[in-house]
């Protein structure tokens, strides 16, 4: 079997293809980028750019399954294109099962919001697709474990109202990928990759404070000055705007969901928040 990662030179592609190198022997494994020679070995490079049609269906050719990473381009219905671009390759190019990387709580939006080019991409691969898969994600423990030091000068972790979060690793959100790509039964699903458990904003504060030993709470904030509060941090204004759709979201209620997918996709549980938040903030907790 042929398995190809289209985004494959990013930290989740790059996170895939290890764990298919670890666990997919027999298969052949294809890592599509922009940048193929960056692609890690055993993995073959292959280029593929998202907003050049004409190379997805190069790089797709012979694939019997493909796994859609989205790209980091937030640009206002950049990825919706995308995503359509690249299932449309896959199709034509005779691609037997589309998995598609997907984020928690989905629905129909419209632009600017940043999960509204999900929605245009699971529909079109719902419709168009021989075989599919959707994997979506909570938000990541990383990108959270990354944040958090911004917050410990001012003591205070903002949010936009109160809100529940199942935060899940990157690399657990990579194993359950390979899962998908290397296992049989998965067509016509929607998984959901989460943590195994949902932290109140007042639960997440504490657990910062505990582990970097200075204070932190969690406070309800209006977006004016949480938006002002990160520009203060250094944040650039589409990074800005991107986290303050990303708090909506917390508000809404679109990770606050835990299932047991990690487990039953990669064999194993998945990380708890505390893990990484501890590895991230142990040179802060050393100063303290």
């Known amino acids: 079997m042929e398995i190809g990662v289209s985004g494959a030179s990013g930290q989740l592609g790059k996170a895939v293809l290890a764990k298919l190198a670890a666990r997919g022997a027999g298969h052949r ?45 937030l640009g206002p219905g950049v990825r919706g294109r995308q995503f359509t671009a690249a299932i449309d390759a896959a ?24 999960s509204a080019a999900y929605w245009v991409g699971e529909q079109h691969l719902v419709k168009t697709a021989p075989r599919w898969t959707i994997l979506r994600m909570n938000y990541y423990a990383e990108s959270f474990a990354q944040q958090a030091p911004m917050f410990l000068g001012s003591g205070i972790l903002p949010g936009l109202g109160e809100n529940r979060v199942a935060f899940v ?75 303050i759709d990303i708090e909506k979201r917390f508000v809404a209620g679109a990770f606050d969901v835990v299932t047991g997918d990690v487990a039953r996709l990669a064999g194993r549980e998945p990380r708890a928040l505390r893990t990484l938040l501890a590895d991230s903030l142990r040179p802060i907790a050393a100063d303290a």
């Not at 012979?62 to 990473?69: E, F, K, Q, T, V």
């Not at 190019?93 to 940043?114: Q, Y």
């Not at 989460?194 to 504060?205: E, H, I, M, Y």
């Not at 582990?211 to 800005?240: C, I, M, N, Y």
């Open 169 to 243: 690793s990157r690399d657990d959100v990579a194993a359950a990928a390979a899962g998908i790509l290397l296992g049989e039964g998965h067509a016509g699903a929607i998984y959901n990759a989460t943590g195994p458990v949902a932290l109140s904003g007042a639960q997440r504060a504490a657990l910062v404070a505990e582990l970097s030993g200075k204070p932190l709470r969690f406070a309800v904030s209006d977006e004016a000055p949480l938006r002002q509060g990160l520009a203060q941090a250094g944040l650039p204004g589409g990074f800005a705007d991107a986290v």
């Open 91 to 114: 199709v034509r190019a005779g691609v037997k099962h589309i998995v598609m990387v997907s984020t928690a709580g989905t629905c129909e939006l419209a632009e600017p919001a940043l």
């Open 29 to 73: 494994v294809v890592g599509i980028s922009r940048t193929p020679e960056r692609v890690p070995a055993p993995a073959q490079g292959r280029l593929g750019d998202y907003d050049r049609a004409e190379t997805l269906l190069q790089a797709y050719s012979g694939l019997d399954r493909l796994l859609l990473i989205p790209s980091a381009d």
